[in-house]
């Protein structure tokens, strides 16, 4: 447990140390804020409507500002976790420290859940800036709580599968843009898997529509929760981490 | 090839011979496919590597708890602070927070980073982060220190001072057994720190014995 914390908190230690952590961070909050204003400014437009356009019926804070706010962020998301995640093992095998690190007494999992915690908790930290937004409307506003709930379940569990990616990416490639690039086709690829979807006959339409990551998320934000997405992303998220594992371990043994 | 323990055994050969793949099987960053390759009284059986007696195979975290590894390049992170460093390579080794301390505190005094204990890495001259290097390579007082080409790209000053540290290693750690291995192409370096050698060429081993029998040895028929 102390050598899985040790190489966590030096993820954290690095992405602070570097003027990198303020380019991401600041790009966050900017887009953050953006979209929020702008998810507001639409609320605001549809709650006093002009002598042009009609009342909208059964106007609501959650349906009509959170939840095209929380769309519009996952999009940041989408865009920064690979930012994050593209370092973390290609670097150390650039620079050469991945020969030591494997040197030392450290199992294979350790060093992977290690990184991987490190990334994890940043990109929630990131995830939880976004609650500052959430408790101003929760504060003045009365929105449904439980659907934002089920949002954040399921960001959560996106995230979980996002960042394995690019973990485990990054431990196949010494160079950090190729990582970044590849981390992003992994989330881009759902198109593809889209396609196969609809033009593939049965069950094999239901199959491919698991890969549908982003898909998933559509009924957690409309407060669904269905074992099905939540079996799709963890167990995507599982064996990622296990072809990491293995690619490790082909340091250990023969 | 074998590594007796208490002794310092030079690994020589021209550059490509496999000096450092080898010691990269031996810290555990390479598998072997084949051959066989043992240290500090190991013995081995085809494509396993024993270290102090211990398979690699068979018991990989163990092996790796009682090996010190230098590599060729002090490839170390340049963001942290050399303090900070050696907790962390501490806590990768499983050493408790005192033991940590006092393992700091003999690096500082025998590798000489007194001057240098708070500086980051990343602004540390070569030679200071060789010292570093090996500092995290001795830390935990391991059985087998392997050291790739510790003084390659070093001043005569500096080289003189990193060969007076591993020369300090011998008959560590407290109790004897331990054994180092290093690499070097130079043979001044070798004849001046290590008392035996094994000279390999194209990945095979040409000689191996003492220092004075490797002296009275031509190097054609050691290409040969």
């Given at each position: 447990m102390k050598q899985l914390i040790a190489i966590a908190v030096r993820e954290w230690k690095v992405f602070f140390q570097t003027p990198f952590a303020m380019v991401v961070l600041t790009l966050y909050l900017v887009l953050a804020g953006t979209y929020f204003y702008a998810s507001f400014d639409r609320y605001l437009t549809l709650a006093n409507p002009s002598e042009a356009t009609t009342r909208v019926a059964g106007?609501?804070?959650?349906?009509?500002?959170l939840i095209p706010f929380l769309r519009d962020l996952m999009s940041v998301f989408v865009f920064i976790i690979p930012l994050i995640t593209m370092r973390s093992f290609a670097e150390e095998k650039k620079l050469g420290t991945y020969d030591l690190l494997v040197s030392y007494p450290v199992r294979p999992a350790v060093i992977l859940m290690g990184k991987y915690l490190g990334s994890v908790t940043l990109v929630f930290g990131l995830l939880g800036l976004s609650l500052v937004y959430c408790s101003v409307i929760v504060w003045k506003g009365e929105p449904f709580l439980p659907q934002i709930g089920s949002v954040y379940l399921g960001y959560t569990l996106f995230l979980l599968f996002y960042v394995a990616s690019g973990i485990v990416v990054s431990?196949?490639?010494?160079?950090q843009i190729v990582s970044a690039l590849v981390t992003y086709a992994v989330v881009f690829c759902a198109v593809v898997f889209a396609w196969l979807a609809h033009v593939s006959p049965a069950p094999w339409d239901r199959f491919f529509a698991h890969f549908l990551f982003l898909a998933h998320l559509e009924s957690f934000r409309n407060g669904l929760i269905f074992t099905g997405d939540i079996a799709a992303y963890v167990t995507t998220t599982v064996a990622i981490l296990l072809v990491g594992w293995l690619k490790i371990r082909r340091h250990f043994s023969s | 090839m074998k590594v007796p323990p208490g002794s310092i055994t030079g690994l020589i050969g021209q550059n490509g011979a496999g000096k450092s793949t080898l010691l990269k099987i031996l810290a555990g960053f390479l598998v072997p496919e084949t051959g066989r390759s043992g240290g500090a009284g190991g013995s081995g059986d085809d494509g396993e590597v024993f270290v102090d007696g211990l398979s690699y195979r068979k018991e990989p975290m163990a092996v790796r708890s009682r090996i010190g590894y230098m590599p060729e390049?002090?490839?170390?992170?340049?963001?942290?602070?050399v303090v900070e460093y050696l907790d962390f390579v501490g806590k990768l080794k499983r050493l408790n927070k005192e033991k940590r301390a006092s393992e700091c505190e003999r690096l500082i005094r025998d590798c000489g980073l007194g001057q240098i204990y708070h500086k980051l890495i990343g602004s540390l001259s070569k030679g200071n982060r060789q010292r570093v290097a090996l500092a995290q390579a001795l830390l935990g007082e391991p059985r087998v220190l392997l050291l790739d080409?510790?003084?390659?790209?070093?001043?005569p000053a500096q080289a003189i001072e990193i060969r007076r540290i591993i020369q300090g290693q011998?008959?560590?750690?407290?109790?004897g057994g331990g054994a180092v291995l290093m690499s070097s192409h130079v043979l001044s370096e070798i004849s001046a720190v290590c008392d035996r050698v094994i000279f390999i060429s194209s990945g095979e081993i040409r000689f191996e014995g003492s220092i004075d029998s490797f002296k009275g040895k031509s190097l054609e028929s050691l290409f040969a």
């Open positions: 106007l609501n804070v959650t349906i009509h500002l431990l196949f490639t010494e160079n | 390049t002090p490839l170390l992170y340049r963001e942290m602070k080409e510790p003084t390659s790209a070093l001043d011998k008959g560590k750690p407290p109790g």
